[in-house]
């Protein structure tokens, strides 16, 4: 069995769904997240207002992120691409952390995810795609399916904590010792539900 | 310098950007013998991670085999440990 290195995307103008690769990134593929490394880039190729700035993942170095995570095995960085060649989201993971919910058990850590600011609602009036992020999140839920994990996934959301909640990620005890945000974690039973919800199980 | 909380409740634009304790995070270490190759690293990992599998595992082992063999391997794997295969092309 082989995770599906395809995913569904909404293509907004068109109004139909289109399939997205899922592709490995590069330190050199990932400069083009960054609003300072090479140009266009994913903050310059569409106008964006000033706000943009402010958003959680506009600093994030994505370079030093794959440059720390080079040599340790568990550790992932995909992206989704369009026909266009275009990234319209990316997914950093660890493969094989504790669960939280079952600490004997493993699962995976959702490190980061972002979609292209291009497909940010409240950042453009018309975005071009829509499910980015929700695509990167099922591909983890497979991704962990694969490892024997059970669907199981764990991550620190940045601010929809009810979108989280709708979909069954139970809060967890597990904190960041810098921050104070909580660990996020969908057990393997509402993992494999979800799993079988979207027809892939 | 504050970052934005504007995150729409329907999608999912970014998540992360915390740590996770150390005593959580296996993943840490650094492995400088680790498979480069995709399909060797997936099954490299299958079989160091999960608990069930008491394979006395090397290396050369996998670069001994073909793609097709390794593919077999993981299925093997998945068989014995009762996984489901996903039975959609498209996520």
Not at chain 1, 22 to 30: C, D, F, K, T, Y
Not at chain 2, 51 to 67: E, G, H, Q, V
Request: net charge negative; glycine share 6%; charged share 25%.
């Amino acid at each position: 069995m082989e995770v599906p290195k395809t995913v569904w995307l909404f293509d907004c103008q068109a109004g139909i769904n289109v399939e997205a690769a899922v592709v490995a990134l590069s330190r050199e593929s990932v400069k083009y997240l960054c609003h300072d490394w090479v140009e266009p880039n994913w903050w310059t190729e569409t106008p964006l207002p000033d706000e943009a700035k402010q958003e959680p993942d506009y600093d994030w170095d994505w370079v030093a992120l794959l440059s720390r995570d080079q040599r340790k095995p568990g550790r992932f960085a995909v992206g989704l691409q369009t026909p266009d060649g275009r990234l319209q989201g990316a997914l950093v993971y660890r493969v094989g952390v504790n669960s939280a919910l079952e600490p004997a058990k493993k699962a995976i850590f959702v490190d980061r995810i972002a979609s292209a600011p291009a497909n940010r609602e409240y950042l453009v009036q018309a975005p071009r795609f829509r499910g980015v992020g929700n695509a990167l999140l099922r591909y983890a839920v497979a991704e962990s399916w694969f490892y024997t994990f059970g669907g199981r996934v764990n991550l620190f959301p940045v601010a929809n904590v009810d979108f989280y909640l709708k979909r069954n990620f139970k809060p967890t005890n597990v904190l960041d010792p810098k921050t104070g945000d909580v660990l996020y974690e969908l057990s393997d039973a509402d993992a494999e539900s979800r799993l079988r919800e979207c027809g892939v199980l | 310098m504050a970052k934005s909380n504007r995150l729409s409740n329907d999608s999912i634009s970014v998540v992360g950007g915390s740590d996770l304790p150390d005593a959580m995070d296996p993943t840490s270490s650094d492995d400088f013998n680790m498979p480069l190759g995709d399909l060797d690293r997936r099954l490299y990992l299958l079989m160091k991670l999960h608990p069930d599998i008491d394979l006395n595992f090397r290396l050369d082992d996998l670069s001994a085999m073909d793609d097709s063999t390794k593919q077999l391997l993981i299925g093997d794997i998945h068989s014995l440990l009762n996984v489901a295969p996903l039975k959609s092309t498209v996520l």
